[in-house]
């Protein structure tokens, strides 16, 4: 279907800006658990490559203290699977040639 492949490329070139404060809000809720969030960072991988992944320049802080907070608390699985996740983000990022 015609739509559907524009659509899709479209999200190739830019993550929409619904969706980018969409994840950050969905961080700071109260009824977000563990699993939710690490459902989240899956959603921000998949989302943030290629050639959006500088639009995940923004969350920095928020993959930072993620992955600070698991480093915190080792024994607790579900927020070092957030953690890692976290990480897979931040590792691409660092990589970016330029912060836009």
């Given amino acids: 279907h015609e739509g559907t492949l ?4 479209r999200l ?5 800006p619904e969706l980018r404060e969409w994840f950050k809000k969905a961080f700071t809720l109260k009824t977000s658990t563990s699993p939710v969030r690490h459902a989240y960072l899956q959603a921000m991988i998949g989302a943030f490559k290629g050639d959006t992944l500088g639009q995940a320049v923004d969350f920095l802080p928020l993959l930072v203290q993620t992955v600070e907070k ?6 607790q699985y579900a927020l070092l699977s957030e953690g890692v996740a976290a ?5 691409r990022l660092s990589v970016l040639d330029s912060v836009p």
């Fill in 70 to 75: 698991a480093a915190a608390q080792s024994t």
């Fill in 12 to 16: 190739t070139v830019d993550v929409p």
């Fill in 6 to 9: 524009v659509h899709a490329v």
């Fill in 87 to 91: 990480s897979v983000l931040l590792c």
